[in-house]
């Protein structure tokens, strides 16, 4: 659970880059293997309401705030400009994000090609010239003094520069992209039955590089730690969460024009006439329309069940009987993986309803999804025209205006393609042993504090009181960057001076992760190794190893640097630490024990006591309604919102220890650190999508919660800002 918006890229899907260009809210780790249930279940289509996104002068409407079951709720989504303009005397006893953030909102813009900004923004952008540097600095040779006396590192920084060169090639994607794409695409165009795609779909270029019917890869094993699993998930949707399908009936979704815009323009690049662009979309969501009610939603994928849900293993028998019609098995051995100890399905009524659904009747729409969704990840990677005209659909969805620049572009590009290879690189140039040595010391300042949290928790058994310490005593530090990194050198890509393109390098990068994961089954899980790029600007949980990683993207800016006073590093850099920690005991974390496995530790007493507090925190979070007529879910926020609370009470607890601590310098840093300006369009997809608090409730539902902010703003019975003590929220 990172300490930014947890999605970075919703495969083939426009919606992947309106979070992944735009917004950094807080915390989602490394993801936890698998997004599914093991219970049948179909929705409802009725009971699925896509709410109005209400104009930005009739959320104004009402003052100060909007209606929470017939009350008037006193804070409004402060990360709109126009609300901040509304208010003409901010008072921190009424909305206190208001109050400390209104003078920096009023004098900053959104940049070009985001939707939003805000300091995880402002630090992303200070990295991205960082990594600019390094990938263009050739005349200087600052990146060529570090490699040396490193030849591993020398052949990162030539992977990362290939790759940067490839994704600037205008002309050569010009010339090529479209051709390879068409190449690549045409054994699928060409298969006139149900076992000609199943041939499509057991060849491993069809895995490597084609959207496929089921998703499989390699993860630690939720039973068992130490050894990995090969996990089977959903083929993904374009529209990412199930539940909007459930309100489409073509037309009655307000996004799916956008997809539909993109989607033509693609196909008729590869030779499709309007009419059959049209036929082949209306295939395309009518499949998926058919595999939607079997597939979790985004509220569901974060409710505290799910990972229970998803833990379904299997045998190869029982997935062959399970699958139907589907051709599972070809598609594990496709990947090589059909001699794996352990097979998990995350979705089994996913993948009966498949089962159903792989047949004769449904081939031209089977292919046409996977040609569909195909485009829309290689969008990117094309030409000029297809690179520009998503950029375009994006900006319609998002609220955004104009776009990012190549160079940061292409950064990005090498960022997500590339991560570790770039991380070494950049960590060698940019990364102090003494910048290590500083964070892990407050880092254990943080663990220790958090030692005497779980102590004093007057609901847990002393037997639950053990293991979560023992939980805690285990917990792995990945600070800064890795001790160890991966051996990469069978990673080549293909310049091109010697024939390679954009597309031919996915093709390699793709083999190769393929091969890295193949390699790994029967064998131990390595712990040393990171599931962070170094350069992220993000801090992650992963319950799969019980770590915390503070990735060196974020110890910058106005995040951290050496000297600062102990009220600004505690209300930044501690905060974000206590954060993650926390995650290891919010409703998800919990259900794992100190090696990473799934397991309940907890007393069946002790673990509904906590259910009870947590309820008591989603019902907090769904009476708020940032938008008129738009609530927000307690459930999909639930454990965010929960580490939320326990890292700020982590490091008010130091602050009590201190002499002559500035509560009120504190206070106002911490909620900088959350100050945000961000389009409508982006504030409702977060409600929505995202499963941490927006970014004004971040810092209103979390210091309201304390009484060190009572006191230090005199905050009184009948203010906006202040809530009864007994109902205030204390999981822990």
Same mark, same amino acid.
């Given at each position: 659970?990172?300490?930014?918006?947890?999605?970075?890229?919703?495969?083939?899907?426009?919606?992947?880059?309106?979070?992944?260009?735009?917004?950094?809210?807080?915390?989602?780790? !490394?993801?936890?293997?698998?997004?599914?249930?093991?219970?049948?279940?179909?929705?409802?289509?009725?009971?699925?309401?896509?709410?109005?996104?209400?104009?930005?002068?009739?959320?104004?409407?009402?003052?100060?705030?909007?209606?929470?079951?017939? $009350?008037?709720?006193?804070?409004?989504?402060?990360?709109?400009?126009?609300?901040?303009?509304?208010?003409?005397? !901010?008072?921190?006893?009424?909305?206190?994000?208001? %109050?400390?953030?209104?003078?920096?909102?009023?004098?900053?813009?959104?940049?070009?090609? %985001?939707?939003?900004?805000?300091?995880?923004?402002?630090?992303?952008?200070?990295?991205?010239?960082?990594?600019?540097?390094?990938?263009?600095?050739? $005349?200087?040779?600052?990146?060529?003094?570090?490699?040396?006396?490193?030849?591993?590192?020398?052949?990162?920084?030539?992977?990362?520069?290939?790759?940067?060169?490839?994704?600037?090639?205008?002309?050569?994607?010009?010339?090529?992209?479209?051709?390879?794409?068409?190449?690549?695409?045409?054994?699928?165009?060409?298969?006139?039955?149900?076992?000609?795609?199943?041939?499509?779909?057991?060849?491993?270029?069809?895995?490597?590089?084609?959207?496929?019917?089921?998703?499989?890869?390699?993860?630690?094993?939720?039973? #068992?730690?130490?050894?990995?699993?090969?996990?089977?998930?959903?083929?993904?949707?374009?529209?990412?969460?199930?539940?909007?399908?459930?309100?489409?009936?073509?037309?009655?979704?307000?996004?799916?024009?956008?997809?539909?815009?993109? +989607?033509?323009?693609?196909?008729?690049?590869?030779?499709?006439?309007?009419?059959?662009?049209?036929?082949?979309? #209306?295939?395309?969501?009518?499949?998926?329309?058919?595999?939607? *009610?079997?597939?979790?939603?985004?509220?569901?994928?974060?409710?505290?069940?799910?990972?229970?849900?998803?833990?379904?293993?299997?045998?190869?028998?029982?997935?062959?009987?399970?699958?139907?019609?589907?051709?599972?098995?070809?598609?594990?051995?496709?990947?090589?993986?059909?001699?794996?100890?352990?097979?998990?399905?995350?979705?089994?009524?996913?993948?009966?309803?498949?089962?159903?659904?792989?047949?004769?009747?449904?081939?031209?729409?089977?292919?046409?999804?996977?040609?569909?969704?195909?485009?829309?990840?290689?969008?990117?990677?094309?030409?000029?025209?297809?690179?520009?005209?998503?950029?375009?659909?994006?900006?319609?969805?998002?609220?955004?205006?104009?776009?990012?620049?190549?160079?940061?572009?292409?950064?990005?590009?090498?960022?997500?393609?590339?991560?570790?290879?770039?991380?070494?690189?950049?960590?060698?140039?940019?990364?102090?042993?003494?910048?290590?040595?500083?964070?892990?010391?407050?880092?254990?300042?943080?663990?220790?504090?958090?030692?005497?949290?779980? $102590?004093?928790?007057?609901?847990?058994?002393?037997?639950?009181?053990?293991?979560?310490?023992?939980?805690?005593?285990?917990?792995?530090?990945?600070?800064?960057?890795?001790?160890?990194?991966?051996?990469?050198?069978?990673?080549?890509?293909?310049?091109?001076?010697?024939?390679?393109?954009?597309?031919?390098?996915?093709?390699?990068?793709?083999?190769?992760?393929?091969?890295?994961?193949?390699?790994?089954? +029967?064998?131990?899980?390595?712990?040393?190794?990171?599931?962070?790029?170094?350069?992220?600007?993000?801090?992650? %949980? #992963?319950?799969?190893?019980?770590?915390?990683?503070?990735?060196?993207?974020?110890?910058?800016?106005?995040?951290?640097?050496?000297?600062?006073?102990?009220?600004?590093?505690?209300?930044?850099?501690?905060?974000?630490?206590?954060?993650?920690?926390?995650?290891?005991?919010?409703?998800?974390?919990?259900?794992?024990? $100190?090696?990473?496995?799934?397991?309940?530790?907890?007393?069946?007493?002790?673990?509904?006591?906590?259910?009870?507090?947590?309820?008591?925190?989603?019902?907090?979070?769904?009476?708020?309604?940032?938008?008129?007529?738009?609530?927000?879910?307690?459930?999909?926020?639930?454990?965010?919102?929960?580490?939320?609370?326990?890292?700020?009470?982590?490091?008010?607890?130091?602050?009590? +220890?201190?002499?002559?601590? #500035?509560?009120?310098?504190?206070?106002?840093?911490?909620?900088?650190?959350?100050?945000?300006?961000?389009?409508?369009?982006?504030?409702?997809?977060?409600?929505?999508?995202?499963?941490?608090?927006?970014?004004?409730?971040?810092?209103?539902?979390?210091?309201?919660?304390?009484? *060190?902010?009572?006191?230090?703003?005199?905050?009184?019975?009948?203010?906006?800002?202040?809530?009864?003590?007994?109902?205030?929220?204390?999981?822990?």
């Amino acid at each position: 659970m990172n300490r930014r918006s947890g999605i970075k890229n919703l495969p083939a899907a426009l919606m992947a880059l309106l979070l992944a260009a735009a917004v950094l809210a807080g915390c989602a780790s !490394p993801a936890l293997p698998g997004q599914g249930h093991g219970a049948e279940q179909v929705y409802d289509a009725e009971e699925a309401q896509e709410p109005d996104l209400t104009d930005d002068e009739e959320i104004l409407a009402e003052d100060p705030g909007h209606n929470r079951d017939g $009350e008037i709720y006193p804070w409004m989504d402060s990360s709109l400009r126009q609300v901040m303009e509304y208010v003409d005397e !901010p008072d921190a006893r009424e909305d206190f994000a208001i %109050y400390a953030n209104r003078e920096w909102s009023l004098s900053h813009e959104i940049p070009e090609g %985001y939707s939003s900004y805000d300091m995880f923004t402002e630090r992303q952008m200070e990295v991205d010239r960082e990594i600019i540097a390094l990938l263009t600095d050739v $005349e200087d040779g600052d990146a060529e003094q570090l490699t040396k006396k490193d030849p591993a590192l020398q052949h990162d920084l030539d992977l990362v520069r290939t790759y940067h060169e490839l994704w600037l090639d205008w002309d050569g994607r010009s010339e090529r992209s479209i051709r390879d794409l068409q190449e690549l695409l045409a054994p699928l165009q060409a298969a006139d039955s149900v076992d000609a795609l199943t041939d499509f779909l057991a060849q491993p270029l069809t895995v490597i590089s084609v959207e496929e019917l089921a998703s499989c890869y390699v993860a630690s094993d939720l039973n #068992d730690a130490e050894h990995y699993a090969v996990y089977i998930d959903p083929c993904q949707v374009l529209f990412g969460d199930s539940m909007y399908y459930r309100m489409m009936d073509y037309g009655d979704w307000k996004y799916e024009p956008y997809y539909s815009e993109l +989607g033509r323009f693609l196909l008729t690049k590869i030779g499709y006439t309007d009419s059959e662009a049209e036929q082949a979309l #209306d295939n395309c969501f009518s499949f998926e329309k058919d595999m939607a *009610p079997y597939i979790m939603t985004t509220e569901e994928n974060n409710a505290e069940d799910a990972t229970a849900r998803q833990n379904n293993p299997r045998t190869m028998l029982q997935l062959a009987e399970e699958a139907g019609a589907f051709p599972i098995l070809e598609i594990l051995s496709a990947h090589g993986f059909e001699k794996a100890d352990s097979y998990i399905v995350t979705e089994p009524s996913w993948l009966r309803a498949m089962g159903r659904l792989y047949n004769r009747a449904n081939l031209q729409r089977m292919k046409d999804y996977l040609l569909v969704t195909c485009l829309m990840d290689y969008a990117d990677w094309l030409d000029r025209d297809c690179y520009e005209k998503k950029a375009e659909v994006l900006n319609g969805i998002n609220g955004a205006e104009g776009m990012i620049d190549d160079a940061t572009a292409a950064s990005h590009a090498v960022d997500e393609f590339l991560p570790m290879q770039l991380g070494r690189v950049y960590t060698a140039a940019y990364v102090t042993d003494e910048m290590k040595e500083e964070v892990t010391e407050i880092v254990e300042m943080i663990r220790g504090e958090y030692r005497g949290i779980l $102590e004093e928790a007057p609901f847990l058994s002393d037997a639950t009181k053990q293991e979560a310490l023992r939980k805690l005593s285990s917990l792995q530090l990945r600070i800064a960057k890795p001790d160890v990194w991966e051996d990469d050198s069978g990673l080549q890509i293909t310049p091109a001076s010697e024939g390679g393109s954009l597309i031919s390098a996915q093709e390699e990068m793709g083999t190769y992760i393929l091969q890295s994961e193949q390699k790994k089954l +029967g064998t131990e899980v390595d712990r040393r190794i990171w599931g962070a790029s170094p350069q992220t600007v993000n801090a992650f %949980y #992963d319950p799969s190893d019980n770590s915390v990683t503070i990735c060196a993207g974020i110890l910058g800016g106005s995040f951290y640097h050496s000297g600062m006073e102990l009220e600004d590093l505690l209300a930044s850099v501690g905060d974000t630490v206590g954060h993650e920690i926390s995650h290891a005991f919010d409703s998800s974390g919990r259900q794992f024990d $100190e090696k990473g496995n799934f397991h309940d530790w907890w007393t069946e007493e002790d673990a509904e006591a906590f259910r009870a507090r947590a309820q008591k925190l989603v019902d907090y979070y769904d009476g708020i309604y940032p938008f008129e007529g738009v609530s927000c879910s307690g459930t999909l926020v639930e454990a965010e919102a929960i580490a939320d609370l326990v890292g700020f009470k982590c490091v008010l607890r130091i602050a009590a +220890g201190q002499e002559d601590f #500035d509560y009120k310098r504190f206070f106002e840093s911490y909620a900088e650190t959350w100050h945000s300006i961000s389009t409508s369009e982006t504030e409702y997809y977060l409600i929505t999508q995202d499963s941490h608090p927006l970014a004004y409730l971040r810092i209103n539902a979390v210091v309201q919660q304390f009484e *060190p902010f009572y006191e230090t703003y005199d905050v009184q019975p009948g203010d906006g800002m202040y809530l009864a003590p007994e109902d205030r929220l204390e999981v822990w």
